[in-house]
């Protein structure tokens, strides 16, 4: 079985901050996906990366992944309130293959 | 328009019971997942869908069954439904590939009593 290991499981943070949130595998992934989940709902697509060193950038967020394709990073820059929630990372083998999920990094951003 | 859709939203059933989960898609991916969340250990993959009548096991299938007889509708039951099954339940769907995410529904929210 392929596990995927986050870190931190917790953190809180002031507005306007800078975090790090990192997913670690043993394993070798085609692709990484981050998701972000709020209170009461599905999670929801944030970004896929495919490519060994790839970065991605969404707004105040930069996504990463590995050289070696084990590994992504998911940086937030200058936090907000509206960031919070559960940030999952999520691997898949193949394309066909179910994803298999990280336990997530639940974010606080106190305003 | 959701795309995906969970039903019910919230069941209270007793220990011992069959209770049946629907999740319905209206973009017509090939792909659909039962998943079920509980603190501590994530999303765990309970059973998926890879097209009409084909299903495979995930992780955490014991005491559950699926079953997917349209493109569009996907089933979980649970057979007797036992407390250790008390746990919030997503449906999500993909059309396949690596370049592509998975659409979630929003969850059912499970307790068995």
């Known amino acids: 079985t392929q596990l995927l290991e986050q870190s931190p499981q917790f953190l809180s943070i002031q507005e306007g901050e800078n975090l790090t949130v990192y997913c670690n595998s043993s394993?070798?992934?085609?692709?990484l996906q981050w998701y972000r989940q709020e209170p009461g709902e599905g999670p929801v697509l944030l970004v896929t990366?495919?490519?060994?060193?790839e970065v991605k950038k969404l707004k105040r967020l930069t996504f990463q992944f590995g050289d070696a394709r084990k590994d992504s990073s998911l940086h937030i820059t200058a936090a907000q309130p509206g960031d919070t929630g559960l940030y999952l990372c999520?691997?898949?083998?193949?394309?066909?293959?179910?994803?298999?999920f990280g336990k997530g990094t639940r974010l606080s951003v106190i305003a | 328009d959701a795309g995906i859709t969970q039903s019910p939203r919230h069941k209270v059933t007793e220990t011992g019971t069959p209770v049946t989960l629907r999740c319905h898609q209206t973009?017509?991916?090939?792909?659909m997942y039962w998943y079920r969340q509980d603190p501590g250990h994530g999303l765990r993959l309970i059973h998926y869908s890879y097209g009409v009548k084909d299903t495979d096991k995930g992780e955490v299938s014991d005491g559950y069954s699926v079953s997917r007889s349209k493109t569009e509708d996907f089933l979980l039951t649970l057979e007797s439904a036992t407390s250790s099954q008390t746990s919030v339940y997503f449906c999500?769907?993909?059309?396949?590939?690596?370049?592509?995410?998975?659409?979630f529904g929003s969850g059912t929210r499970l307790t068995v009593v």
């Open positions: 999520a691997g898949l083998n193949s394309g066909n293959t179910p994803l298999v």
């Open positions: 394993s070798v992934f085609s692709s």
């Open positions: 999500a769907i993909s059309p396949g590939g690596l370049n592509y995410g998975y659409t």
């Open positions: 990366v495919v490519t060994g060193g």
């Open positions: 973009e017509n991916h090939r792909y």
